[in-house]
């Protein structure tokens, strides 16, 4: 069974630029979860779907963040504009949405904004 | 709030050595605690969990015991090896699918 797969790997961009993570989560799985991992800060949680809707995003950073979940199998995050300190390593998660279920990550995406 | 504190990196240990990473809780009701390895590269995997009090997590010689009274969920292994060197996150879930995890700790192994 394939797990979270997200998508690009690798992403380097400059300054000003329109950036979009993709996240495909395990089949099966209703809850959805974005985090940003850094050296200062550790990981963070951004926002948490569940069912497609998002829960909670008092994780997102400001104005420039924006994510969305069209549909169970599919999930963005975007950062428009993108600045230098928005380089991080950026995870998706999923789980079965059930009460204390462990989530499961994928591989996640390096971000670097020149 | 839930919250997790674990024991501060890096850790650095030779191969054979016992290890022990410390994990306390904060939380309101009865979470399940987690502890995550992250290899290099690699986003985070889960290592072992345990969801009430006083079970015992175990998986690839690592261990955990869930101490309510004590509220940790320290992580052991009687004997690293070179390819255990991760960073090690601790975490808990309560019933609301709200995950909280640790700052993490690096462990290096040295052959």
């Known amino acids: 069974d394939a797990g979270v797969i997200q998508s690009p790997r690798h992403e380097v961009t400059e300054m000003g630029q329109e950036v979009t993570l993709r996240c495909k989560p395990i089949s099966g799985h209703n809850s959805l979860f974005w985090y940003r991992q850094t050296m200062m800060r550790g990981l963070e949680l951004l926002i948490y779907f569940n069912n497609n809707v998002p829960i909670d995003d008092s994780g997102m950073p400001e104005d420039r963040f924006s994510a969305k979940m069209p549909n169970a199998s599919f999930s963005t995050l975007k950062i428009q504009p993108s600045e230098p300190r928005d380089s991080a390593v950026y995870f998706c998660?999923?789980?079965?949405?059930?009460?204390?279920?462990?989530?499961?990550f994928g591989p996640g995406t390096r971000l670097t904004v020149l | 709030g839930n919250s997790v504190t674990q024991m501060e990196g890096p850790v650095t240990l030779s191969e054979e050595a016992f290890l022990t990473i410390n994990c306390t809780y904060t939380?309101?009701?009865?979470?399940?605690l987690f502890w995550y390895v992250q290899y290099p590269g690699e986003g985070l995997q889960l290592l072992l969990k345990?969801?009430?009090?006083?079970d015992k997590g175990s998986n690839k010689g690592f261990e955990a015991t869930y101490r309510k009274e004590t509220t940790s969920f320290h992580l052991e292994k009687g004997s690293v090896q070179v390819s255990d060197s991760a960073v090690y996150f601790c975490?808990?879930?309560?019933?609301?699918?709200?995950?909280?995890f640790g700052a993490g700790t690096r462990l290096t192994v040295k052959p």
């Open positions: 939380a309101t009701g009865y979470p399940s």
């Open positions: 975490a808990l879930s309560d019933n609301n699918n709200d995950m909280r």
């Open positions: 345990a969801t009430k009090a006083d």
């Open positions: 998660a999923s789980n079965q949405g059930v009460g204390t279920d462990t989530q499961y």
